[in-house]
């Protein structure tokens, strides 16, 4: 028993464990599109167009109606007249028999079919306008999966800079804290040896230096685990699978070369929500002519019947009667069906205006907000671009100084409140400067995302 116990362990201790997936930007990107329920989501509710679509052409096709019924119905023995008599000779009396109601001859099943088979021959641009507008619900709904895969690429470009950020700002602090532990454990040495010119308050303000960074460290590993794991989420490896990425660090992505003018023109053809608003625009314009048209007939063709047919009762046949439990009867029918509710159809019609001139207000604003967002996200990104040239020199020089001063403790030349000085000058600038090239890189991303250039 020991032996197998031994043997499980061993097995547990080199059993392979699953390989962290590594993925750079693009490939997390490409897998967010392939795992995203809600792009999956904004596909079926186009499939759910698509069929309202079918549906409106489909009023082209045949309409079929059939009602039919079994019940109950008198039975009848004998002729038309009374007493059962099948003809009325001269002199005799020829009254007709009187006893639909009553039930001298039992009971018979009726049974009954009734049918209409009709295909539309004109309608006035009722089904024609129809299908336009279900078209344009269509187009709406695909630049709904447009935009939902514009925001899923611009969710996983975020959560991608923000760990690459997080995790550089973990490092800067590490860096920074086992400066501190070393300069810690010097003056401590010191301070008993009686060596240099280190007080009591110089480890005193070490260790409070420490604490803080302790602080941020523990902060920038929180934000990072949360960056991580909403990438794992967006891409689909899942929360409790291995993920890492491809960039060792951080860094500024090329500045784009186009020209705002040429951006913004770019917008205004390629953006998801200009298409939209068009398709809009024809989807209203067509349902304003569609209720329109619900004030004209429908002409049509086909078919009309019955037939019926009723157990223990004589048939009765003459052509100036009809038989409602024994009879069979079909022709071909051309029509017209006219419905119209007076005080409903120009409601509608108002209505359907309405809406179109509110999507007209809106397709108007657009024209003029695009650019404008356009320009916002431009001159976002040239600011964040700037300010990262200028941070990154700052940031080289705050290294330098800092490893200046920490050298010239360890000399014995410097006071602790400086090195902290030196210190904390580094970590503002180094850690500027990551925040600001993750948000230069984010600022890219948004600009290529509000002018189009990712459709």
Known sequence: ?????????????????????TLNLQQAIHRAMQSDPRIAERKHLVDAARALLEEALGQRSLHIDVNAFVGLAPGVDGGFYENGASTCSAGSNCTPRSDAYKFNDGIGVWSNVQFTIIKPLYTFGKISNYAAAAQGNVDVKRGDTLLQRDQTRMQVTQAYYGYLAARDTRYLFEDVRQRLTGAEDLTQRWLKQGRGKVKQSDLYALQTGLALVDKYLAQSRAVEQIALDGLKVLTGVGLHNPLTVADDHIRPVPLP????????AQALQKRPEVAQLEAGLRARRALVAAHKAEAKPDVYVGLAGSLAYTTNRNRLDNPYLIDPYNHAGVTPVVGVRWQWAAGVQPARVARAEAQMNALVEKSSYARQGIPFQVAQAYHNMIGAYQSVQALEQGSRSGRRWMISRYADYEAGLEEAS???????????AHSDYLATVNAYDVDVATLMRVSGANE
């Open 1 to 21: 028993m020991m032996k197998f116990a031994w043997m499980v362990l061993i097995g547990m201790a080199v059993a392979p464990s699953v390989p962290a997936e």
């Open 418 to 428: 400086k090195v902290l000085t030196a210190l904390q000058g580094y970590v503002t």
């Open 257 to 264: 070369t186009q020209k705002l003018a040429e951006l913004q």
